[in-house]
């Protein structure tokens, strides 16, 4: 079954999204302002009840396989996500305002154990394939370390499908 974007389903879902920095300015290339983005990250998934099941956190973006007990909440947690981040970001570096964010993400609605693993592969490749890391669990901001080596990473991850109702 292919890839599908979030048009009208709802229910438990598995999602498989990327946010960027506004101009790919690379802000998460500082350790303090990528511990803020985990720390946030984690913090909007608390609440909204949401399963982090893998992420990366690139100088410019942010990867995530997200599981919700209820899809239509997509929107929403990552609005809180993205206006958390931004807030805590700006006080990091001591401004008053700017964008952190592009306005947009991409989502696309993971169907099959075999997409799951492609999608986490991905974003476990992505600092390798782009010169930041040596190899996937070398790269700090990655659940790759939990998956690969059963070492719990920055941010805290699921490995089971409980989130599913």
């Not at 100088?59 to 931004?86: C, E, N, R, W, Y």
């Not at 999608?119 to 490749?125: A, G, Q, S, V």
């Amino acid at each position: 079954m292919p890839l599908q974007r979030i048009g009208t389903i709802s229910g438990s879902a598995l999602a498989f999204v990327t946010t960027t920095v506004a101009d790919w300015n690379p802000v998460f290339a500082s350790s303090e302002a990528a511990d803020e983005v985990a720390r946030q990250l984690e913090e909007a998934a608390r609440l909204f009840n949401v399963a982090i099941m893998g992420y990366v956190i690139m100088p410019t973006h942010v990867h995530a396989l997200l599981g919700f007990p209820d899809i239509t909440i997509l929107s929403k947690f990552m609005q809180s996500f993205k206006s958390l981040t931004a807030r805590r970001i700006r006080q990091l570096k001591e401004e008053k305002s700017g964008t952190l964010w592009m306005r947009r993400f991409d989502d696309v609605i993971v169907y099959s154990e075999e997409q799951f693993r492609t999608k986490l592969e991905y974003i476990h490749n992505n600092p390798v394939k782009t010169g930041h890391a040596g190899s996937p669990t070398g790269w700090p901001y990655s659940s790759a370390r939990d998956w690969l080596l059963n070492e719990r990473g920055l941010v805290k991850i699921t490995k089971s499908w409980g989130w599913m109702r």
